[in-house]
Every structure is written in structure tokens, then in C-alpha cells.
């Protein structure tokens, strides 16, 4: 398998289940992200990480914990969330987080429905 | 922090014309990026700018930057249905992570 991939695709929970988002790169890139992405928002950035640490938590609710056991696989574990919560979650990748550029290359995303 | 405006929000083109989307950001661009979505899925890279006046073309797809590097259009010529989506432009910012704007969303109409 090749670039970005993000399981399970569509998930629907309740909001005292726990549940994790799994992402994994096949691109030898260092640096993995996870944004949100709500209707007619920006995407907001939530979890940076640089060679397996967390650079970034970009005030995200404790509610959401992300794990990194190595550059090429990233969690986010998901426990008692809010209906408002309820969004397209996509997992990025890219050489550095830091250089000249930043090319992200993004996976195809988890709906997430919290019921 | 870079926030960036997209303009229009929505738009609705006729197939076989031209439709031109713009992307202002209210600090200087270092590196601006044009991807595309497809609604629910994950965002593809279409182009990156980072010189001020750059203009880039893939197919029917022209990204222009402007000399002030505030402000890119992405410009595509004859539309076809398979250029209906969602086009986002995003930014680096200082820390060298991306901003991303709201989005466009493209309707292309038979």
C-alpha cells in the first residue's frame, strides 16, 4: 500500500464509548499531523508530531489523546466526546515539519459521528 | 497566527467555462499551497508558489502568486465535472506548519 491511509473511514459513536483512529504513512516521511475538519471551517491543526514526539497540541480537549509509537503510525484515542465533536478527522504527513516547504500528503479521512 | 480568506465561498460554472478562485492572506506568503477535496476525503496537493509573481499550470489548472505574495488565485480553463470538489489553499506559517482557508466549493453543471 502507498501514501496515506486512515482506518475505520466512518465511525459512529456514543459519547461514553472509547474508541482510536488509526493512521499509517508509507512515504518515509518523519513529521505526522492531525487536523479536524468541521463544515465550512478551516481545517484546524490539532497534534504535531517530529520523529515520534509531540511537537504541537493545539489546545485540544483532553478528551482526544494521540499516541505515536513510531513515524509511521499515529493514534488519536477518542473517549467521551461531545456531539460537537462530530467531524472529518484526516491524518497528514510530510518529510520535516520544517525546511523550505512543507508538502503535507493527507489520508482520506474519518467521519466521525457522536451521537 | 496566518489566516487566509477564500473567495468565493461556493460557485456553480457552467462545464467548458473558466472559473478563477482567490486565496488572501493578511501576512506575507512564504510557501502558499492549492489542494484539492473531494467532499468527505482527503485533500490532494495540487501546486505550491513561493516566489513572489509564480505562476504554475498542470493541465487546466493555473496558480498564479502575486508580486506582494498576499494573495493567489488558482484559475481553471474549460471545467470539466472532474474538477468539482473542494479547493483549499493553505500557507506556511512562522513555526513552518500550514494554515489552511476555509475552502471553495466547486460545482461543475453539464
Known amino acids: 500500500e502507498t501514501g496515506v491511509t486512515q482506518t475505520p473511514r466512518h465511525l459512529v459513536m456514543g459519547m461514553t464509548n472509547k474508541k482510536s483512529l488509526k493512521c499509517e504513512q508509507h512515504?518515509?516521511?518523519?513529521?505526522m499531523y492531525w487536523y479536524k475538519q468541521s463544515a465550512k471551517k478551516p481545517l484546524e491543526l490539532m497534534f504535531v508530531y517530529n520523529f515520534k514526539e509531540q511537537t504541537e497540541n493545539n489546545s485540544v480537549p483532553s478528551r482526544f489523546s494521540p499516541e505515536c509509537p513510531n513515524s509511521s503510525h499515529l493514534f488519536l484515542h477518542l473517549h467521551t466526546l461531545q456531539p460537537e465533536d462530530s467531524a472529518l478527522y484526516l491524518c497528514?504527513?510530510?518529510?520535516?515539519?520544517?525546511?523550505?516547504?512543507?508538502?503535507?500528503?493527507f489520508g482520506p479521512g474519518t467521519r466521525l459521528t457522536v451521537l | 497566527s496566518q489566516e487566509l480568506e477564500q473567495s468565493p465561498q461556493s460557485l456553480i460554472v457552467q462545464e467548458g467555462k473558466n472559473l478563477t478562485i482567490n486565496c488572501t492572506s493578511s501576512?506575507?506568503?512564504?510557501?502558499l499551497y492549492w489542494y484539492k477535496q473531494k467532499y468527505g476525503e482527503g485533500l490532494i496537493f495540487l501546486m505550491m508558489l513561493q516566489k513572489g509573481g509564480e505562476e504554475k499550470s498542470h493541465e487546466k489548472i493555473t496558480a498564479k502568486l502575486d508580486e506582494k505574495k498576499q494573495q493567489s488565485s488558482l484559475h481553471i480553463t474549460a471545467s470539466q465535472p472532474s474538477h468539482a470538489g473542494i479547493y483549499l489553499c493553505?500557507?506556511?506559517?512562522?513555526?513552518?506548519?500550514?494554515?489552511f482557508g476555509a475552502g471553495t466549493t466547486v460545482t461543475v453543471r453539464a
Open positions: 512515504l518515509g516521511h518523519n513529521a
Open positions: 493553505g500557507a506556511d506559517r512562522d513555526d513552518y506548519k500550514l494554515s
Open positions: 501576512k506575507t506568503l512564504y510557501g
Open positions: 497528514a504527513s510530510s518529510q520535516v515539519p520544517g525546511g523550505a516547504y512543507n508538502e503535507q500528503f
